[in-house]
């Protein structure tokens, strides 16, 4: 069974930083590639990053390109997401994505990152 | 980046009608595109990919079609449990990957 699992959301103020780890299990975690895809509460999906299942190539979205940093690391299955200058319209869920062809296919339950002062 | 809208924005039927959602690209995305459902408190599902083939353990009532710039998902006989948001994805165009804004489905 897949399971992706974030971790390290919590409340930050406007221009510090935080970390987003997520923790796969259930498949050949380095022949994917992953996503962060965010959700404001009460709102739609915004895709945020995303990365090739070698780190070769990255993705990110407008709103966050500069100031955030999708990774991995292969041999501990896991995803991680360094968000910096964090400002209070980066407040939502977080959710670690599998890919499946540029398409979503397995989704964690979600990190909330709050940011205010 | 490509925009991609949904209408209607909310769409009031009764278990057991026909569910109609739009999906409209900003260009043509070829049938690059996915449907995903999110019910209250959960993440989303993928649904539908390559604007038509059912993700694994999709009941046959979620049916999707189109191409280019104009798609929709079907649900030919609602069940309770269909009652929920829906959203399009498009991956024809990367970075970024887009999502439409929902479509809620309310009893």
């Known amino acids: 069974e897949v399971q992706l699992v974030e971790s390290g959301g919590g409340l930050v103020q406007p221009g510090r930083s935080l970390r987003l780890s997520c923790a796969a299990s259930?498949?050949?975690?380095?022949?994917?590639?992953m996503h962060w895809v965010r959700q404001a509460p009460g709102k739609g999906l915004e895709w945020v990053s995303g990365i090739f299942w070698n780190s070769g190539t990255m993705g990110y979205a407008d709103s966050v390109k500069g100031r955030f940093t999708i990774s991995r690391d292969n041999a501990k299955k896991s995803l991680y997401l360094q968000m910096n200058s964090l400002r209070t319209e980066d407040t939502a869920f977080y959710y670690c994505?599998?890919?499946?062809?540029?398409?979503?296919?397995?989704w964690g339950q979600g990190a909330l990152v709050t940011v205010s002062s | 980046e490509i925009v991609l809208t949904q209408s209607p924005a909310t769409l009031s039927l009764s278990p057991g009608e026909r569910a109609t959602l739009s999906c409209r690209a900003s260009q043509s995305v070829r049938s690059s595109l996915a449907w995903y459902q999110q019910k209250p408190g959960q993440a989303p599902r993928l649904l539908i990919f390559d604007a038509s083939n059912r993700a694994p353990g999709i009941p046959a009532r979620f049916s999707g079609s189109g191409s280019g710039t104009d798609f929709t998902l079907t649900i030919s006989s609602l069940e309770p449990e269909d009652f929920a948001v829906y959203y399009c994805?498009?991956?024809?165009?990367?970075?970024?990957?887009?999502f439409g804004g929902g479509t809620k489905v309310e009893i």
């Open positions: 994505v599998k890919d499946k062809g540029y398409y979503f296919d397995y």
């Open positions: 259930g498949f050949t975690f380095e022949d994917y590639g």
């Open positions: 994805q498009q991956r024809s165009d990367w970075p970024p990957l887009t």
